[in-house]
T-cell receptor
Framework: GAGVSQSPSNKVTEKGKDVELRCDPI?????LYWYRQSLGQGLEFLIY????????KSGLPSDRFSAERTGGSVSTLTIQRTQQEDSAVYLC???????????FGDGTRLSIL | GEDVEQSLFLSVREGDSSVINCTYT??????LYWYKQEPGAGLQLLTY?????DMKQDQRLTVLLNKKDKHLSLRIADTQTGDSAIYFC???????????FGQGTELSVKP
């Protein structure tokens, strides 16, 4: 069956531009997570959506970062006014519920010039 | 706060067993996970263990959990060159669903 799908797989952009990263979770999964993987910081939690509840935004590093999940399915992570330190791999995961194992997509590799 | 620690590198010969170790700090964690990451790919869920278990076996993989010492290990029997990857240990945050990851252990399997 289809796994978690992320697009684009690679994104190169200039400092100061806005970027949007997309995540398509596994069908029927109610929970969706965004993580960031960078050389210096390892794997960090960013934001978590569970059903219709208010998202847990506690991991977002600054107010330049935001995320939406429309219709309980697809999610978009937006980074405004990108900085070089935003360069990382952004990973999305989904699970059937909060207590179920998380399944990851292949990530979006973001490079800020 | 919660913290998960792993050694960074492990090198073994093909056919030997590999043991990757992990320590965690949150004694209330209910689930602990092992993920595998190959170059350029996302995280592949290998196995997980519930905190009321001591051991879980799944084909070549054996997970051991020592709750008293907050120590988790992953044993890979008959390690193959295809097992070369980075292995991440993770605990589930007890306040919500997020995972807290270790730094990852790079496993190198030599023929």
């Amino acid at each position: 069956g289809a796994g978690v799908s992320q697009s684009p797989s690679n994104k190169v952009t200039e400092k100061g531009k806005d970027v949007e990263l997309r995540c398509d979770p596994i069908s029927g999964h109610t929970a969706l997570y965004w993580y960031r993987q960078s050389l210096g910081q390892g794997l960090e939690f960013l934001i978590y959506f569970q059903g219709n509840s208010a998202p847990d935004k506690s991991g977002l590093p600054s107010d330049r970062f935001s995320a939406e999940r429309t219709g309980g399915s697809v999610s978009t992570l937006t980074i405004q006014r990108t900085q070089q330190e935003d360069s990382a791999v952004y990973l999305c995961a989904s699970s059937q519920g909060q207590n179920q194992p998380q399944h990851f997509g292949d990530g979006t590799r973001l490079s800020i010039l | 706060g919660e913290d998960v620690e792993q050694s960074l590198f492990l090198s073994v010969r093909e056919g030997d067993s590999s043991v990757i170790n992990c320590t965690y700090t949150d004694s209330s964690s209910t689930y602990l996970y092992w993920y595998k990451q190959e170059p350029g790919a996302g995280l592949q869920l290998l196995t997980y263990i519930f905190s009321n278990m001591d051991m879980k076996q799944d084909q070549r993989l054996t997970v051991l959990l020592n709750k008293k010492d907050k120590h988790l290990s992953l044993r890979i029997a008959d390690t193959q060159t295809g097992d070369s990857a980075i292995y991440f240990c993770a605990e589930r945050d007890n306040q919500g669903g997020k995972l807290i990851f270790g730094q990852g252990t790079e496993l190198s399997v030599k023929p």
